[in-house]
């Protein structure tokens, strides 16, 4: 069973493989989340924990269900698949 932090792990190493795919920055990500980058950087390291809110954002400025970034072997979000904000 995965505990908190690790969960907190996975979900921030979700966010950056979206990020990663859709080719942005943390910075980017973040501009478009609203967060600072910094945020952003601590979240996806699983420093800072992803609240439900944020986590929504998340999911719809990356163009992901939020469902992506608990399944435990989510298919990488395809480029075209992404919408483009």
Not at 1 to 25: F, N, P, Y
Not at 62 to 71: C, N, Q, R
């Amino acid at each position: 069973m995965a505990t908190v932090q690790s969960l907190d792990h996975i979900i921030g190493s979700r966010i950056a493989l979206a990020r990663i795919v859709r080719g942005w920055t943390c910075g980017q990500l973040a501009d478009r989340a609203g967060l600072a980058p910094r945020t952003v950087k601590c979240i996806e390291a699983g420093k800072l924990r992803a609240g439900a809110t944020r986590l929504f954002s998340f999911a719809v400025v990356l163009g992901v269900p939020i469902s992506w970034f608990f399944e435990p072997r989510p298919r990488l979000p395809q480029r075209r698949q992404l919408t483009r904000q």
